[in-house]
């Protein structure tokens, strides 16, 4: 059974620029979640992927968006980068239902940092 | 509001029992769930409860009393690799889980 993999690991991008972060998700898994962890926070929704639809968004504007494709793989993408946007970037995958019932497979991450 | 709350930090000696608290807002609450992350690594999930009471696994129990919004983290026979934080979380009936703030775990030896 293959794990969450993200990519890139860490990256260092200038304000304004734009990021895309990729993620495939666990075998098996169709829905795809991202989450935002600030240095020393619990991490937040930024939306999920189900079925190749966005299923759900938390309070991230709307230079945050994403895609899922096919295989259920999904990108995350950030436009004009500011400086709060420096963090690790989570991809969580699971399967329907199955986020209910807590168990959220996470994968390494990608450590962003905006200067 | 849906926010949950938790210590921030918690130290205790290496074999010794520790409870990490997490209360949480009831708006639409369904379930509390425990991670685990190590510096530099991925959230892992520990447990989860959807009912009042204690799910035991291993080392690590998890409590939860929805008439008291409450939940807690039991780690028995403390390691030194228990050293990371801990989350708890919500699931909130859709598609979102939502995480507290965290509790760092300090195993002394």
């Known amino acids: 059974e293959t794990g969450v993999t993200q990519s890139p690991t860490h990256l260092i991008k200038t304000r304004g620029q734009q990021v895309t972060l990729r993620c495939s998700s666990q075998s098996g898994h169709n829905t795809v979640s991202w989450y935002q962890q600030a240095l020393g926070q619990g991490p937040q929704f930024i939306f999920q992927?189900?079925?190749?639809?966005?299923?759900g968004r938390g309070n991230f504007p709307p230079r945050f968006s994403g895609l899922q494709f096919p295989n259920y793989s999904s990108e995350l993408n950030v436009n004009a980068l500011e400086l709060d946007d420096s963090a690790l970037y989570l991809c969580?995958?699971?399967?329907?239902?199955?986020?209910?019932?807590?168990?959220?497979?996470f994968g390494e991450g990608s450590r962003l940092t905006v200067l | 509001g849906q926010s949950l709350e938790q210590p921030s930090e918690v130290t205790a000696v290496e074999g010794a029992i520790v409870q990490i608290n997490c209360t949480y807002q009831t708006s639409g609450f369904y379930g509390l769930s425990w991670y685990q992350q190590h510096d530099g690594g991925a959230p892992t999930f520990l447990s989860y409860?959807?009912?009042?009471g204690l799910e035991e696994t291993g080392r690590f129990s998890s409590f939860l009393s929805r008439s008291d919004s409450y939940g807690y983290l039991l780690l028995q026979e403390l390691q030194m690799k228990d050293s990371a934080s801990y989350f708890c979380a919500r699931g909130t009936g859709g598609f979102k889980t939502i995480f507290g703030a965290g509790t760092r775990l300090f195993v002394k030896a």
């Open positions: 992927y189900y079925r190749e639809e966005e299923n």
């Open positions: 409860n959807a009912l009042d």
């Open positions: 969580a995958s699971s399967s329907p239902g199955q986020g209910e019932a807590g168990e959220l497979f």
